[in-house]
């Protein structure tokens, strides 16, 4: 028995050696890489880097080039989400998503991950899609458990999910990073960081079998906030085919642009309030001591302001409002998909945003976008929010969508049913689809329709 024990086991460690042998070391920005070949048998590049950490000095800076390594770098584990409060045991979210516990986080964050069906096959020209996580521009990360890209591979898409700088490191606007920018404004770091990855795409995604010249851009809450601030931005220009906006953007949504000018004043008052008056005591302030000061400040308003970290209009990556530039037709013209849950945030808001934006598109001679509602109320028991909380979290909740549309279901707690597979199975054909041709429509799927005055039809995403 033991012999047979023995046999097989040397048989097993053989054949991952052999899996990982076949894993191509590939030439990046910055040096050699090599992923690993998960369960499925898709090639995933796990934390690879796309900038430079944005440390010491390079804090409140926009990205820097990549450091160079020497030899290969084993891209075999996640890089460090962004610096974040971690998800309180027992909450909402954390029963849904996050009772794995909470990441390795860092100042050096900038990092992102690659599944691919076709490394090292340049000739393979795979549509590409980059995801950006949602999470208030305060929370979140591009490995949680949901975002798991085998469903995209496996349908001929290679999958990109990264981290961003957020909260105080991604998001705060100051006088004095404004003077230290020459005047060019301060802030959306955050978005800066996006924009690094995508330029990092466009040079390097061909190793992997993807085409730099078809690219997708899809994001969640503050992740859509942050898909509508980069084709609101002429600075994207060239780096985006098309774009998925879910829970968040359209016109006048629940996700805005501050001014330059307000988003100054409130990072002035927020480092004053804990006694920091110079830029070298702000940038040697240890990063435990984010929260503890962005707290301090909370405390002094007498009104909620809004999310206390958000983009601005910096007069460099955004010239006006996005709301602004959607009015005065300066947007990427390119194919969008944008939609919400039925018990979203403000769900008749973000209805109104996404049907306004659509027929807006197609006034300015565009093609309008193709608008969604997931309905599905999970499967499972539901939690009731805390007081003060925006309504119960139950049925088709704000980010119910995302395991389903990223295929994960397998990874959910929650009891889903046949039904569930089906209606995850036509989702991301639907997502992938749309990456491929900037029509989410496709053989053997329910005819979806653009959103248009003569007919302003949102496609209800639920079970059969």
């Not at 409060?85 to 849904?96: L, R």
């Not at 004043?265 to 962005?294: H, I, N």
């Not at 959607?326 to 919400?340: H, K, R, T, V, W």
């Not at 109320?377 to 088709?396: R, V, W």
Request: aromatic share 10%; net charge negative.
């Amino acid at each position: 028995m033991k012999l047979l024990n023995t046999i097989m086991c040397a048989f097993l460690l053989g054949g991952l050696i052999d899996l990982y042998a076949q894993t191509p070391v590939l030439n990046v920005e910055g040096g050699r890489i090599e992923g690993v070949v998960d369960e499925e048998g898709v090639t995933v590049y796990k934390g690879i880097p796309y900038a430079a950490p944005p440390v010491g000095e390079l804090r409140w800076k926009h990205p820097q080039p990549v450091q160079p390594w020497q030899g290969v770098r084993k891209c075999d584990r996640f890089g460090a989400a962004s610096l974040q409060s971690k998800a309180t045991k027992g909450t909402f979210y954390w029963k849904e998503f996050y009772q794995n516990g909470s990441p390795e986080m860092s100042e050096d964050c900038l990092y992102l991950n690659v599944w691919t069906p076709a490394a090292g096959k340049k000739e393979s020209k795979l549509p590409v899609m980059v995801w950006i996580h949602g999470g208030a521009f305060q929370n979140g990360f591009g490995h949680e458990i949901e975002f798991d890209g085998d469903a995209y591979a496996q349908k001929g898409v290679v999958l990109v999910t990264l981290n961003y700088r957020l909260g105080m490191c991604g998001f705060l606007a100051h006088p004095f990073l404004n003077a230290e920018n020459e005047g060019k404004g301060s802030g959306n770091y955050g978005i800066f960081d996006q924009l690094a990855a995508l330029k990092w795409v466009k040079q390097n995604i061909e190793a992997f079998g993807g085409n730099p010249d078809n690219v997708t851009v899809f994001g969640q809450s503050a992740g859509a906030g942050s898909v509508q601030a980069l084709i609101s931005s002429p600075l994207a220009k060239g780096y985006i085919q098309r774009a998925i906006i879910q829970s968040g953007g359209g016109l006048g949504g629940i996700i805005s642009t501050k001014s330059l000018q307000d988003a100054e004043e409130a990072g002035k008052a927020m480092w004053e309030a804990s006694g920091y008056t110079t830029l070298e005591q702000m940038r040697a302030c240890p990063t435990d001591k984010f929260q503890e000061v962005m707290m301090t400040y909370m405390k002094t308003l007498k009104t909620f302001n809004g999310l206390p970290y958000s983009p601005c209009v910096d007069g460099q990556l955004l010239e006006a409002s996005v709301h602004d530039v959607a009015l005065q037709n300066n947007e990427l013209d390119i194919p969008y998909m944008i939609g919400y849950t039925s018990e979203d945030i403000a769900p008749p808001v973000m209805k109104k945003a996404a049907v306004d934006w659509s027929l807006l598109l197609e006034k300015q001679g565009r093609q309008p976008a193709y608008v969604y509602c997931f309905s599905r109320d999970l499967p499972g028991e539901d939690m009731p929010a805390a007081q003060g909380g925006f309504g119960d979290m139950k049925g088709a909740f704000h980010s119910s969508e995302l395991w389903y549309m990223f295929g994960t279901l397998d990874k959910c707690w929650r009891p889903m049913e046949k039904v569930d597979y089906e209606l995850s199975e036509r989702m991301v054909s639907y997502w992938t689809n749309f990456a491929k041709t900037g029509s989410p429509n496709g053989e053997g799927l329910p005819v979806w329709k653009p959103c248009t005055k003569a007919d302003n039809h949102i496609q209800d995403l639920n079970v059969k």
